[in-house]
């Protein structure tokens, strides 16, 4: 039997975007969400928990509970009709859907609402540098109605460029009092669809994602986190933030999460670690592996 979560957790993951929308809107013509006032790109943490829902159920073959399921006339099953699958159990539901056990849900079932809150939480994400909103008109090839001889325009919004930091908690303690069992092993397959998974959105909205840093800091104490990991990491370039093109043109100043993560040394049981070969790391202005300055802790180098 895997093994229930004990320990808390902190998970910082950075992908960048080239050429493609990472999360529409769709009240604002699916414009990729920008905080107006910064120019910062926002990802919600919905879409990221879709990449991770995504990648278990279709490259995993794991029961994922919110997922996209439509009956023969094309009408989206309701979450009243997919308790069916599940003979209306809640148990049944948290015991068999690892999207449950990891995120939780609301589940109204026979006049009662059961509500879970998920030991995994996110932040939404944002972009480390100010981004170009980018407009693109096109044309298509086929006609898009029978009446008409030729085809028609296509338009989008963009970001030639994107690099984005996520945060998120396993907390423990909200998975033990509402007695989900969440396991190392969901975990474990969280860290995995969230590398893969964002490698593997390849649409034509979607296509040019990146995973580039995944880091998990696993506590030794009970409760004890060091928080914001995400605001302790920021870019070096010699270009405008909007002129950013690839990962390539910055470098990933850690300098403030190398020292962060040393002042909480002995409460840290280990740190879990990925990164991508194209990323370039400094500390104090002066590149460095990040390996060697994890010296002294428990490393895990990740394999996904």
């Given at each position: 039997?895997?093994?229930?979560?004990?320990?808390?957790?902190e998970?910082?993951?950075?992908?960048?975007?080239?050429?493609?929308?990472?999360?529409?809107?769709?009240?604002?013509?699916?414009?990729?969400?920008?905080?107006?006032?910064?120019?910062?790109?926002?990802?919600?943490d919905?879409?990221?928990?879709?990449?991770?829902?995504?990648?278990?159920?279709?490259?995993?073959?794991?029961?994922?509970?919110?997922?996209?399921?439509?009956?023969?006339?094309?009408?989206?099953?309701?979450?009243?009709?997919?308790?069916?699958?599940?003979?209306?159990?809640?148990?049944?539901?948290?015991?068999?859907?690892?999207?449950?056990?990891?995120?939780?849900?609301?589940i109204?079932?026979?006049?009662?609402?059961?509500?879970?809150?998920?030991?995994?939480?996110?932040?939404?994400?944002?972009?480390?540098?100010?981004?170009?909103?980018?407009?693109?008109?096109?044309?298509?090839?086929?006609?898009?109605?029978?009446?008409?001889?030729?085809?028609?325009?296509?338009?989008?919004?963009i970001l030639?460029?994107?690099?984005?930091?996520?945060?998120g908690?396993?907390?423990?303690?909200?998975?033990?009092?509402?007695?989900?069992?969440?396991?190392?092993?969901?975990?474990?397959?969280?860290?995995?669809?969230?590398?893969?998974?964002?490698?593997?959105?390849?649409?034509?909205?979607?296509?040019?994602?990146?995973?580039?840093?995944?880091?998990?800091?696993?506590?030794?104490?009970?409760?004890?986190?060091?928080?914001?990991?995400?605001?302790?990491?920021?870019?070096?370039?010699?270009?405008?933030?909007?002129?950013?093109?690839?990962?390539?043109?910055?470098?990933?100043?850690?300098?403030?999460?190398?020292?962060?993560?040393?002042?909480?040394?002995?409460r840290?049981?280990?740190?879990?670690?990925?990164?991508?070969e194209?990323?370039?790391?400094?500390?104090?202005?002066?590149?460095?592996?990040?390996?060697?300055?994890?010296?002294?802790?428990?490393?895990?180098?990740?394999?996904?």
């Amino acid at each position: 039997m895997a093994e229930i979560v004990k320990n808390r957790s902190e998970i910082l993951f950075l992908y960048d975007v080239t050429d493609a929308n990472p999360n529409g809107d769709p009240i604002d013509e699916n414009k990729p969400r920008i905080d107006e006032d910064t120019g910062i790109n926002i990802v919600t943490d919905v879409r990221l928990k879709r990449t991770i829902r995504d990648y278990l159920y279709e490259y995993k073959g794991l029961n994922v509970f919110v997922r996209e399921i439509r009956d023969e006339d094309g009408n989206l099953w309701t979450k009243e009709k997919r308790l069916i699958d599940f003979n209306n159990n809640p148990q049944k539901i948290i015991e068999q859907c690892i999207d449950i056990r990891l995120f939780g849900a609301t589940i109204a079932v026979e006049d009662k609402t059961i509500t879970l809150t998920g030991p995994v939480q996110f932040k939404f994400g944002r972009s480390l540098h100010r981004v170009d909103l980018t407009y693109i008109k096109g044309t298509t090839v086929m006609p898009s109605g029978a009446e008409k001889k030729q085809g028609t325009f296509t338009e989008k919004y963009i970001l030639p460029y994107s690099l984005i930091a996520f945060y998120g908690i396993v907390n423990e303690n909200a998975a033990k009092l509402q007695e989900i069992p969440l396991t190392e092993s969901d975990i474990d397959l969280m860290i995995e669809a969230l590398w893969n998974g964002t490698k593997n959105l390849i649409s034509g909205s979607k296509f040019g994602q990146m995973p580039r840093l995944l880091m998990q800091v696993i506590s030794k104490d009970n409760n004890f986190y060091i928080g914001e990991l995400d605001r302790r990491v920021s870019i070096v370039s010699d270009k405008n933030d909007e002129e950013i093109r690839d990962i390539s043109e910055l470098k990933l100043d850690i300098t403030k999460l190398i020292n962060a993560l040393k002042d909480n040394k002995e409460r840290i049981e280990k740190v879990r670690l990925k990164y991508d070969e194209r990323v370039t790391f400094t500390v104090n202005g002066e590149d460095k592996k990040i390996e060697d300055l994890l010296q002294g802790f428990k490393l895990e180098m990740l394999v996904l």
